[in-house]
């Protein structure tokens, strides 16, 4: 709680200040703001540098570039209107809300238990980590709490709501295959309709903005680096291990992830249920991502959440709480977001949820006797 209060304590400054917005993501997606507006290439990292070098960085800085897809830039093009701090402050603000809105909606179909249990999701470390780096994962968990939301009662609100989702595609693999499978056999049409129809005006709209952004995006992906970057997670560890140059390597995670995901959905067909079954689900799609920071397993807080009402002890709580806190105390020892020192949170969460389960499933076995 005290670790918790220091980061609170520093959010609060942050978003009352606006202040040091250099060396987070926020940057990247202001500089693409304000390129798009300048009718100019949004994923040109010379352009982005000199405008990124013009807002305070050093000389020595390397270029911030987003990259996320071209259906993402009406999101960041508003950010080019303003100044950077300006910017920052108005970003933090929208991750900010984006949390608050998704733990308390999945504590309302959770049941709105009176305990303050999910009080866990505010503080869950990677969360808390992705609003101070001004990274996008907090969108994409809205994207996905507003499925889980609406997918029974709006299915096309539903799935408008992915769009948020495709923010990060390579996060959903192995939930996408389940998704397309639960849609045909449901005959969830109107999800995919709406999925189909939000990305394609989003598509459409940076296309007007930039005829030639698509291009422009696969060059940038092409000439990035981004194979030269260590992140910590197991798809680049596996690649790193057996052969650095091998992009291929890092995708085998995800396409094993999938086949089980197929798998796991078909056993549970009849009985399938997306806030419970899709816990799991979007855990192993965290695990076997092709890459992800430790800012993108803020995905994870719906899977927490449920896992923590399954959980049997205070121990089980006790443990989530302490691992959290160990995240949130690394960045304070100088480690940035490369260090192999988080390798270990994606498998301990899903280690956790399991253990939680078959807690949970045992009791309720003794019981039923």
Request: hydrophobic share 55%; glycine share 6%.
């Amino acid at each position: 709680m005290l670790i918790f209060a220091i980061f609170a304590l520093g959010l609060s400054v942050l978003l009352l200040t606006g202040n040091n917005p250099h060396g987070r993501d926020v940057v990247s997606f202001w500089a693409a703001g304000r390129q798009i507006l300048a009718h100019a290439n949004p994923y040109d990292s010379a352009s982005i540098l000199q405008i990124e070098r013009s807002a305070g960085f050093s000389d020595q800085s390397q270029v911030l570039l987003m990259r996320n897809p071209p259906s993402a830039l009406c999101l960041v093009v508003p950010l080019g209107l303003f100044g950077l701090r300006t910017a920052a402050l108005l970003w933090s603000l929208l991750l900010l809300a984006a949390m608050a809105l998704s733990v308390h909606m999945l504590w309302a179909m959770l049941g709105r238990p009176r305990n303050k249990l999910h009080y866990l999701g505010y503080s869950f470390a990677p969360a808390l980590l992705c609003i101070l780096g001004g990274q996008t994962a907090l969108f994409a968990l809205l994207g996905l709490t507003l499925f889980l939301r609406f997918h029974r009662e709006r299915p096309f609100v539903a799935g408008l709501s992915l769009w948020l989702c495709a923010l990060k595609p390579h996060l959903f693999l192995p939930f996408a295959v389940v998704l397309l499978l639960w849609i045909v056999l449901t005959r969830s049409y109107r999800i995919l309709v709406g999925a189909v129809m939000a990305i394609a005006a989003s598509s459409l709209a940076a296309w007007l903005l930039d005829p030639a952004v698509w291009s422009q995006y696969a060059q940038m992906m092409r000439s990035s680096g981004i194979e030269r970057e260590f992140i910590p997670c197991l798809s680049v560890a596996l690649r790193f291990a057996i052969h650095p140059r091998t992009m291929a390597l890092q995708y085998i995670p995800a396409l094993a992830a999938c086949l089980w995901a197929i798998y796991f959905y078909w056993k549970r067909r009849t009985r399938w249920d997306w806030m419970q079954d899709g816990a799991l689900l979007m855990l192993v799609s965290i695990l076997a991502s092709p890459y992800a920071w430790i800012t993108d397993q803020a995905l994870l807080v719906p899977a927490l959440l449920v896992g923590v009402y399954r959980a049997t002890t205070r121990a089980q709580l006790g443990a989530l709480a302490l691992a959290s806190a160990v995240i949130e105390i690394t960045p304070l020892t100088g480690k940035d977001l490369h260090s192999a020192l988080y390798l270990w949170t994606t498998p301990f969460w899903l280690a956790w949820f399991l253990y939680a389960s078959a807690k949970a499933h045992d009791q309720a076995s003794q019981c039923s006797l």
